[in-house]
T-cell receptor, first 113, second 113 residues
Framework: GDSVTQMEGPVTLSEEAFLTINCTYTATGYPSLFWYVQYPGEGLQLLLKATKADDKGSNKGFEATYRKETTSFHLEKGSVQVSDSAVYFCASFSSGSARQLTFGSGTQLTVLP | GAGVSQSPSNKVTEKGKDVELRCDPISGHTALYWYRQSLGQGLEFLIYFQGNSAPDKSGLPSDRFSAERTGGSVSTLTIQRTQQEDSAVYLC???????????FGPGTRLTVL
């Protein structure tokens, strides 16, 4: 089955720092890839997505590019804010018989003022 | 009512009791998913419905867990004879027939004493 490996946390950055959270996947075929964010006390929200190789997903200043050659979907933001403090989950979805999201373990990000 | 709703938001129960968790998906979404989020286990897939049918029950951890969906809408996850290891946040998500973009509810936090 699919699996997603995500950079271990927690990650602590100062405001305006550059953020990278690494994510790699294994799957049969070509899954769709997602980043979800979970703010304190809230549910999962879709942050961005990419459905095929070389697609770039972007939202709220975050970006991730679907790299088939390295089976990666790293999350980046050029300048983080305190309000970005949350847990970030990388996930894959393969539209075969097992129609489920496979999640990474999550990365806790704390941004200090 | 734009989003996925879940009830109750919190449930505290005693070991051995049965619990029912409810999910109301986004109107018109034919696919519905249950996941569990627990410390140490991350986000785990439990079950998937397409309409009222559950073609994939592979994630249910034991026969104490069951789920149903009626009228292609509301779903109920039932846990019988609860155990302390069932303590977790139970998340519901729904999607359109294409399936790959899932929208999550706020979750039900279950605590088994």
């Amino acid at each position: 089955g699919d699996s997603v490996t995500q950079m271990e946390g927690p990650v602590t950055l100062s405001e305006e720092a550059f953020l990278t959270i690494n994510c790699t996947y294994t799957a049969t075929g070509y899954p769709s890839l997602f980043w979800y964010v979970q703010y304190p006390g809230e549910g999962l929200q879709l942050l961005l997505k990419a459905t095929k190789a070389d697609d770039k997903g972007s939202n709220k200043g975050f970006e991730a590019t679907y790299r088939k050659e390295t089976t990666s979907f790293h999350l980046e933001k050029g300048s983080v804010q305190v309000s970005d403090s949350a847990v970030y989950f990388c996930a894959s979805f393969s539209s075969g018989s097992a129609r489920q999201l496979t999640f990474g373990s999550g990365t806790q990000l704390t941004v200090l003022p | 009512g734009a989003g996925v709703s879940q009830s109750p938001s919190n449930k505290v129960t005693e070991k051995g009791k049965d619990v029912e968790l409810r999910c109301d998906p986004i109107s018109g979404h034919t696919a519905l998913y249950w996941y569990r989020q627990s410390l140490g286990q991350g986000l785990e897939f439990l079950i998937y419905f397409q309409g009222n049918s559950a073609p994939d029950k592979s994630g249910l951890p034991s026969d104490r867990f069951s789920a149903e969906r009626t009228g292609g809408s509301v779903s109920t996850l039932t846990i019988q004879r609860t155990q302390q290891e069932d303590s977790a946040v139970y998340l519901c998500a729904s999607s359109s027939i294409s399936g790959y973009e899932q929208f999550f509810g706020p979750g039900t936090r279950l605590t088994v004493l």
